[in-house]
């Protein structure tokens, strides 16, 4: 399973990329604004940024809604680097995008997914990655991880090639039950990420090792 950080923070994005797991970074319009980043070249300049940190897949999001916007948009910001991968609303207009982009060479992401209808839709259209929203599912009380078990199932039976990219990820338990139910890939914040390192056995166990080494060795 590929591990992705969902942020636009490039501190946060090198301290992923520092640990050697990161495959790639996931952000959105709400991201980047909360990174202070407006303005058209802004955030073009701040994707460009983000692509140098990392060496693998950047999802950049586009604004438009329409068929000609989203394609419009995309294709500049597929010119940006060779890791940018166009990120399209789960819409009439983005399915038809996907199969635009598809059909031209430019690797997307379909985003804002939360049934497994909308799943079916955007892997026949030709996304590469397909975000489903967990965590956003469990805040309304139902069950995001029962639809990433649906999906990889179906994806499974059909031999569709869109990737499952698991998305608004809360915890690490997230993570982990992720990749339990089929996931490709994750997107999380850097905390869930590094949640996972904690255990209060290994803490325990270290300070033992270190202490009875310190005895032996005065
Ligand atoms: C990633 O691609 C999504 O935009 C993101 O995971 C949404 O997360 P949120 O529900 O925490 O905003």
């Known amino acids: 399973m590929k591990f992705f950080i969902d942020t636009a923070n490039l501190s946060d994005i090198q301290e992923a990329a520092d640990l050697g797991i990161l495959d790639g970074v996931t952000t959105n319009p709400s991201l980047m604004a909360k990174e202070g980043i407006s303005g058209d ?11 140098e940190l990392v060496d693998g897949d950047v999802s950049a999001e586009v604004i438009s809604t329409d068929f000609e916007g989203i394609v419009q948009e995309g294709e500049v910001l597929a010119q940006l680097a060779p890791n940018i991968v166009v990120k399209v609303p789960m819409i009439r207009d983005g399915v038809k995008a996907l199969r635009h982009f598809y059909d031209h060479g430019i690797r997307t992401n379909c985003t804002l997914v939360f049934s497994p209808g909308q799943a079916i ?16 599912i469990d805040d309304i009380t139902w069950d995001g991880m029962s639809l990433i078990r649906e999906i990889a199932e179906i994806y499974a039976i ?17 993570i982990v ?17 590094l949640g ?16 009875d080494h310190k005895k032996a060795n005065a």
């Open 41 to 51: 070249q802004a955030v073009k300049d701040h994707y460009v940024k983000i692509c």
């Open 121 to 136: 839709l955007a892997a026949k259209a030709g996304a590469t990655y397909l975000s489903p929203f967990i965590g956003r």
């Open 158 to 174: 059909q031999g569709y090639e869109t990737e499952i990219l698991a998305a608004s990820i809360r915890s690490s338990k997230h």
């Open 196 to 211: 996972l390192l904690n255990h209060p056995l290994t803490d325990i166990g270290l300070a033992k090792f270190l202490a």
């Open 177 to 193: 039950e992720s990749a339990k139910s089929g996931a490709d890939v994750i997107t999380a914040p850097l905390k869930p990420i």
